[in-house]
């Protein structure tokens, strides 16, 4: 079972859309284009202070919003090992498993860390913080194939024949 | 010595009995004109380059948001947001979102005999009410703002005398470009085209104010017509008084740089080509252009009439697919008399995108912005390289007619 | 045991004899919506995926709106992508200019009542309001469906909302439905669908339907569905014997109830910059305010430009304040056109746009900055939405909104 750790960026409730990738960037051609404008309404800072590795902690309702793919698609793009979230937005949670972006549901690590501190995520077990361990469930099975294949494109392309 | 109409308008400004071309003349003007292109940019000079900024007459400075309105991004909320600060504080008239500048000065203030200063190229519009009304850039226009006076080099005049009527299916618009592509585009630096004759006579105000706006891409200083009793009732109609003692004529041995007679009737249909105003060849003998976009609209070609040639061409029938027919027009009073006329539904049931009175795509910033190696027809002022949007993209010019039939058929000439 | 109603279209659709909440079941899809901004991921990703041919081209929708107009070069080559990708694979189902994706889809007939319809866009929840389930995906979900014509999903719990009796004058059903994400909470309805209940409804328009149905996503809703009854046939021109099964069962099994009465309900706002930061628009009275907007696919319908025009009839827009409408269609503009609407609201000082996304959207027709506060009839006020993030947006009926900009501060209608 996969483990790692990383460093936190801890952000609220309510984490919407247009506050991952607000609408006045969509129109840039690619993902690359648009990843230093991230988070830009509430922290204009934080996509250029993001490290590989590091982990995204929020409250409920991460994603909330429009159905735009970029924003799971950009913190994708910023090297995040995963969200911690205490709920998500549906639409945003489909997107993130259909590009393989790893989301944890978790209601109780927001309230127990603080920006800048280090957790370890064990896949499908547990959350370790400062001694803590807290546990995580894992997905349901038609979910998990998705992510197994790597994502709903190479799912589609081993359906159509394209890869194995 | 006799004086032309721009001579003794500037005298009348000057207060002084006579003037020729070449003096320099301090004038006090009529009216300032300031649009959301530069003022927030006059704005940030008042403030803070000025020791002790004050306005010599706020009542005749008017401030008119129509380029980036309403805002496509908060750089420009910004600037609006200056300028209507400013507006605000001070007391200045505000128009936002109401209509093109010139065509809001032309409703509702020019007066035959004033001379006006505007920050923005076209305000040579102002002739076609016997006003002297010429472009600054916005330190002229602070210095105008601050005093209420400006220095002007007294210019010389060309004149056009016009004969006839055009012929059905010719426009002013063609008139205009035929003169320009005849003079080039600074065939008349720094000098006055001043317009008369039994043809200026039998042009309506509104196709007058195609002809004075046009004259700044040959480079003229202002554009006038010789005004008549049409002026008179266009001010009546618009509430306000045209003064009998300032509806200047040129005298008969006034002195002209240049004399040219133009036959209306033997104008025809012209395009100009990309990227020079000047390039204009017969519509006949333009090749097949393939189109992405039509433009109708501006401070130039964004009246009543012009609408009216559009719905009328189409009426029962659809602009192409591969087409976007983006009509604006030049001001919500233009707008209202089209909707009344059932103009807009017809425009709109052909499938024209219908803008809020603004200028639109002939800006090139805010709405309608072209895409790479797109070509553009339109009834804008510019076709210069990159006006409308990329700098691959191609501008062609041409009158509403041609225009709009371009946007059914999508091809020029097509 | 009964069935909800968003049980029973899943159960048409599939053929299943009956489903519950927490079920995946592998549906067919009735209708698409792609709209301008995902046009040229979707080309991408379905290509990428392998696929050469569309599965039913008939049942593919493409909208351009978000960019109609352009305020930018960039902007083109999402037109240009899209009319490749109608040439390659035959779509015949395309509007250039014609208005908000999500008034064309029940308007013109596209999303029809008891369809599964999805969407590029989170407000494709909108065709509730003609009793379709509808809902929002994303660009590579819809790649997958555009070649296989099937998507699956979760069969979701339902949450009832039984609304009762007349609503007072000035109160419309976007107070109904502010007031109800208020409660809910933006995440209430998270993976739920909404079921409306109760006269109140029945008496409904069905523009006024589509305004509930469309904002039930800022409560996190997967779709918020009405009955179907004689309005919703007439509006989607079919007969009502084909459509009146779409009902939820009086004993079907609902995880959660709301009643409220209509007579109790009052005009609303949501404040700068949550959907259910909901007061009562007289607690926020007074705020001045710089613009005002009315439009989007949320309020920008005929009866909304009608209750505008009805407030500013023979008044003047407040001083140094700007009114922004944006019919919400072509059909929208050219009704009120006849009907005068667009005459009054211009003679009041409006500005009037071409119908599109426009402000909603933030990309043009409206962008304000630090510190302004804004009116607005559309459906979200998140931070930076139209503008930077030092905007006030404040969200409320077409009434409210009209009241406010005669005034130029926040007013609660009369009517």
């Known amino acids: 079972m996969a483990t790692f750790t990383g460093k936190v960026w801890v952000l609220g409730d309510d984490i919407d859309t247009d506050i991952i990738i607000p609408t006045e960037y969509l129109a840039l051609p690619t993902v690359e284009d648009m990843k ?129 | 010595m006799g004086m032309t109409i721009g001579e003794k308008i500037i005298a009348r400004a000057a207060g002084v009995e006579s003037v020729k071309a070449g003096d320099i003349q301090t004038v006090t003007l009529d009216r300032l004109m300031s649009n959301d292109g530069t003022t927030h940019l006059t704005v940030d000079m008042y403030n803070n380059k000025l020791k002790n900024p004050r306005i010599a007459d706020k009542d005749k400075i008017v401030f008119i948001m129509d380029h980036n309105v309403p805002a496509e991004n908060p750089k420009t909320a910004e600037a609006h947001k200056k300028m209507r600060n400013f507006a605000k504080e001070h007391g200045i ?279 790479e190696n797109e070509v553009l027809i339109s009834t804008g002022t510019r076709n210069f390289k990159g006006r409308a949007g990329h700098p691959s993209s191609k501008v062609y010019l041409g009158s509403a007619e041609t225009v709009t039939k371009a946007a059914i058929t999508g091809y020029i000439n097509g | ?173 976007k107070d109904v439905i502010l007031r109800l994400i208020g409660d809910l909470r933006a995440d209430g309805a998270t993976y739920k669908c909404i079921e409306f209940h109760g006269d109140t409804f029945d008496k409904m328009s069905i523009s006024s339907r589509l305004t509930m149905s469309n904002m039930s996503i800022e409560a996190g809703a997967k779709a918020a569905i009405f009955a179907a009854d004689a309005k919703t046939a007439e509006y989607s021109k079919v007969a009502l014997e084909d459509i009146d099964w779409i009902y939820g069962d009086d004993d079907a099994s609902y995880c959660q109830v709301l009643e409220y009465n209509a007579a109790d309900l009052v005009p609303v706002t949501a404040c700068p910059s949550q959907v259910d930061k909901i007061k009562d628009v007289a607690e926020v009275a007074g705020t001045k305010v710089d613009q005002v907007f009315i439009g989007s696919c949320t309020n920008g319908r005929l009866e909304d430009l009608a209750v505008a025009a009805k407030i500013l009839e023979g008044k003047k827009v407040a001083p140094f304040v700007k009114l922004i409408v944006t019919p919400a269609s072509r059909e929208v503009y050219l009704a009120a056109s006849k009907a005068g609407y667009l005459s009054t609201l211009i003679k009041a000082g409006a500005i009037l746009t071409q119908p599109g996304c426009g402000l909603c959207c933030g990309r043009a027709c409206g962008i304000l900055s630090d510190n302004e506060v804004v009116m607005a009839t559309n459906n979200r006020n998140f931070l930076g939405r139209m503008g930077t993030s030092k905007v006030q947006i404040y969200l409320g009926s077409p009434a409210t909104a009209a009241a406010t900009a005669v005034a130029g501060v926040i007013t609660v209608p009369e009517m």
Not at chain 3, 8 to 26: R, S
């Open chain 1, 36 to 164: 230093p404008y991230g988070f830009s309404p509430l922290r204009p800072e934080l996509a250029g202070q993001i490290e590989e590795g590091d982990i995204i902690v929020a409250g409920k309702n991460f994603g909330c919003g429009s159905s735009r793919e970029q924003a799971p698609e950009i913190i994708k793009a910023l090297k995040v090992s995963c969200v911690i979230a205490k709920s998500y937005a549906r639409i945003f949670f489909r997107n993130s498993i259909n590009n393989g972006l790893l989301l944890i549901e978790n209601d109780q690590i927001q309230d127990a860390v603080k920006e800048g501190d280090t957790l370890t995520v064990t896949l499908g077990e547990t959350i370790e913080h400062d001694g803590t361990t807290y546990p995580i469930h894992s997905l349901p099975d038609n979910l998990m194939d998705i992510i197994n294949a790597g994502g709903l494109v190479k799912a589609m392309q081993k359906r159509n024949g394209i890869i194995k």
């Open chain 2, 93 to 371: 008239v505000l128009y936002e979102g109401q209509g093109v500048c010139h065509q809001i000065m032309l409703e509702d203030w020019v007066c035959p005999g004033e001379i006006i200063f505007g920050a923005d190229s076209h305000t040579c519009s102002y002739g076609a009410l016997g006003a002297f009304g010429t472009g600054v850039g916005c330190t002229d226009l602070l210095y105008a703002i601050v005093t209420g006076k400006s220095w002007v080099l007294v210019p010389e005049t060309i004149r056009f005398n016009l004969h006839g009527k055009l012929r059905e299916g010719v426009y002013p618009r063609d008139l205009i470009l035929t003169i320009i592509g005849d003079i080039g585009a600074n065939g008349a630096n720094y000098k006055v085209m001043e317009f008369a004759g039994d043809g200026a006579h039998n042009l309506s105000i509104n196709d007058r104010m195609v002809l004075c706006n046009l004259c700044v891409e040959a480079g003229a200083k202002s554009g006038i017509v010789e005004p008549d009793e049409k002026v008179v009732e266009y001010c009546a109609e618009h509430g306000r008084e045209a003064k009998a003692d300032q509806m200047f004529v040129s005298d008969d041995d006034a002195t002209f740089a240049a004399v040219y007679e133009y036959d209306l009737s033997k104008i025809e249909p012209v395009v100009a080509r990309p990227d020079f105003v000047d390039d204009v060849i017969p519509l006949s003998e333009c090749p097949k252009v393939k189109i992405d976009q039509a433009f109708l609209g501006s401070c130039n070609n964004g009246r009543i009439d012009d609408l009216r040639v559009a719905a009328n061409i189409l009426k029962g029938k659809k602009v192409s697919d591969e087409v976007r027919f983006i009509v604006a027009p030049a001001s919500n009073a233009v707008y209202l008399e089209a909707l009344e006329e059932g103009i807009m539904d017809t425009l709109m049931e052909a499938g024209a995108q219908i803008m809020n009175a603004n200028c639109s795509v002939c800006w090139g910033s805010c709405q309608g912005v072209i895409g």
């Open chain 3, 1 to 173: 045991m009964g069935n909800t109603l968003i049980e029973k279209i899943i159960m048409k659709n599939t053929g299943a004899a009956n489903v519950t909440p927490g079920e995946i079941v592998t549906v067919n899809v009735d209708r698409v919506m792609i709209h301008d901004i995902f046009i040229p991921f979707v080309a991408d990703k379905f290509k990428e995926m392998g696929f050469t041919k569309i599965w039913d081209p008939e049942k593919v929708v493409l909208i351009y709106d978000h960019l109609v107009p352009t305020s930018a070069v960039e902007d083109i080559r999402h037109f240009k992508i899209g009319d490749q990708f109608v040439k390659d694979y035959g779509l015949t189902n395309v509007h250039r200019s014609d208005g908000v994706c999500h008034q064309l889809m029940p308007e013109q007939g596209y999303a029809k009542p008891g369809n599964i319809v999805f969407g590029t866009d989170s407000h494709t929840t909108t065709y509730g309001g003609v009793s379709c389930f509808s809902s929002g995906v994303g660009y590579t979900e819809m790649a997958s469906i555009l070649g296989t014509g099937e998507m699956w999903i979760r069969v979701p719990e339902t949450i009832k909302v039984i609304v009762n009796g007349d609503l007072p004058a000035n109160v419309t059903s």
